[in-house]
């Protein structure tokens, strides 16, 4: 987070990250069995919610939970549609989407469709906060305590090197289409590393998975919420503090990223309707936990989103039915 992580917010200071390779494919089915079946209703006196699905598993299971109780408890068809998350502004300002259910912060496209054409409204917060920064793993930590200051990075700069990274120490970075600013802080901080993008989020979690489990040093970019985090233990690197506006200028940055409570939004002729999933939506909210376990049955346990979202609905009762709207 993302991601991380994701876009603007990883700009503005938390993106990030996030998706899975089997995680994705089971989004993927999910997405074309949900598109179908929208198809298949011919309109008419259909119910019809159209939802963005972000590339991240853990915003994944946000939709899919919510898509599995608009279908079965009040009678919707849920279309999805994956996309990253600018584009996604873009079409729920348009009524393309309905509602975006886990946004990491993007100041620019709430200026424009917020504050400016009003073509999108606030639908509260998602309950999780998002936070990005760097990590180290806990064994690195513990074994050189001051490496988690980032006063001392150029002091271990040889423990990172790697082929790709030359003579300097290689920086990790996550999914190419989380915005970050990892390249400006390690020029700003006068850091001797080399920023080496992982690839897809598939990749970076893989490529992570194996250094640790090999107990070899890395430094990289990482997020909470990550289902990850029940199976690494990491330490975060101490960057200078983030202040507001600390992050303005994205070539100038030399702070660290922010806590940011993740935030939904709807198209706002969407949420003037005041309908069930409107208001369903609305009432939408979950904690870290909550969501880290739905993705783990997804990216771990290997279960489809839908699955995983049916399988939490059934243990959750409790939760759940307070987000249905009042008849």
């Not at 309905?98 to 917060?125: C, F, M, T």
């Not at 200051?149 to 999914?175: C, M, R, V, W």
């Amino acid at each position: 987070m993302t991601t991380h992580t994701p876009t603007d917010f990883r700009t503005h200071a938390r993106t990030r990250g996030r998706r899975a390779g089997l995680a994705a494919a089971g989004v993927l089915a999910l997405l074309t069995v949900n598109a179908c079946a929208a198809a298949d209703t011919g309109g008419g006196d259909t119910k019809t919610v159209s939802l963005h699905t972000p590339s991240w598993v853990g915003a994944e299971v946000n939709t899919a939970v919510a898509a599995y109780l608009l279908e079965h408890e009040l009678g919707y068809k849920v279309k999805t549609q994956q996309m990253d998350e600018t584009p996604a502004w873009d079409a729920m300002s348009q009524g393309k989407i309905d509602a975006i259910l886990e946004d990491w912060g993007h100041p620019q496209e709430e200026k424009r469709y917020v504050q400016g054409n009003k073509s999108v409204v606030s639908a509260g917060e998602l309950g999780v906060t998002g936070h990005i920064g760097w990590f180290v793993p806990k064994y690195l930590a513990d074994e050189k305590p001051d490496i988690t200051d980032h006063k001392n990075l150029n002091k271990y700069a040889g423990l990172f090197k790697t082929p790709e990274s030359g003579d300097k120490g290689q920086f990790i970075k996550g999914d190419p289409s989380y915005v970050s600013h990892d390249n400006a802080l390690i020029k700003n901080l006068g850091l001797n590393y080399k920023p080496i993008e992982a690839g897809a989020e598939a990749t970076h979690l893989a490529q992570l998975e194996q250094l640790y489990k090999n107990k070899k040093p890395f430094l990289t970019y990482w997020w909470t919420p990550q289902w990850m985090n029940a199976t690494m233990d990491l330490v975060e690197v101490k960057l200078p503090p983030y202040a507001e506006g600390c992050d303005a200028d994205k070539k100038a940055v030399a702070c660290a990223y922010p806590d940011v409570p993740l935030k939904k939004w709807m198209n706002a002729d969407f949420a003037k309707e005041d309908s069930e999933a409107a208001r369903f939506l609305k009432n939408f909210k979950w904690t870290t936990e909550q969501q880290n376990l739905v993705a783990k049955y997804v990216a771990a346990d290997k279960m489809s989103p839908e699955k995983a979202a049916e399988k939490w609905v059934e243990e959750n009762e409790s939760t759940w039915k307070a987000w249905l709207p009042k008849k």
